[in-house]
Nanobody
Framework: QVRLVESGGGLVQPGGSLRLSCAAS????????WAWYRQAPGKQRELVAA???????NYADSVKGRFTISRDNAKNTVYLQMNSLKPEDTAVYYCNRPRLPVTWGQGTQVTVSS
C-alpha cells in the first residue's frame, strides 16, 4: 500500500520561498513520474509541476521559472522548491503519480500573505 506524506508548508510573505517534501512509502520514486498539485479554496485541484520518467519536467505557466520539482531516489522523496511566492500560490499542495495515481495524502498548506 502506497502512502504519501507531504510536508514543508507554512505561512510566508510574498517573495519568500518554501521547499515542500513528499515522502512516498510503498512506492519506489525512481520508477514513476511524479507531480505536485495544488487546490485553492473553491477551486479544482490543478497540476503545477511534473517530473517525468525520463526526468524531463513540466510546469504550469503560472509557476514556470519560480518552482522546481526534483526527486531524491535514495530518500524516496519528491521535492518542490518554490521561490518568489505570490498570494495566488496559496493552496493545499499534494503530490501523486500522474499516470498511476494512488490514494492522496493529507497535503500541506501553503499560505502566502503579508
Amino acid at each position: 500500500q502506497v502512502r504519501l506524506v507531504e510536508s514543508g508548508g507554512g505561512l510566508v510573505q510574498p517573495g519568500g520561498s518554501l521547499r515542500l517534501s513528499c515522502a512516498a512509502s510503498g512506492s519506489i520514486v525512481s520508477l514513476y513520474a511524479w507531480a505536485w498539485y495544488r487546490q485553492a479554496p473553491g477551486k479544482q485541484r490543478e497540476l503545477v509541476a511534473a517530473s517525468n520518467s525520463d526526468r524531463t519536467t513540466n510546469y504550469a505557466d503560472s509557476v514556470k521559472g519560480r518552482f522546481t520539482i526534483s526527486r531524491d531516489n535514495a530518500k524516496n522523496t519528491v521535492y518542490l522548491q518554490m521561490n518568489s511566492l505570490k498570494p495566488e500560490d496559496t493552496a493545499v499542495y499534494y503530490c501523486n503519480r500522474p499516470r498511476l495515481p494512488v490514494t492522496w495524502g493529507q497535503g500541506t498548506q501553503v499560505t502566502v500573505s503579508s
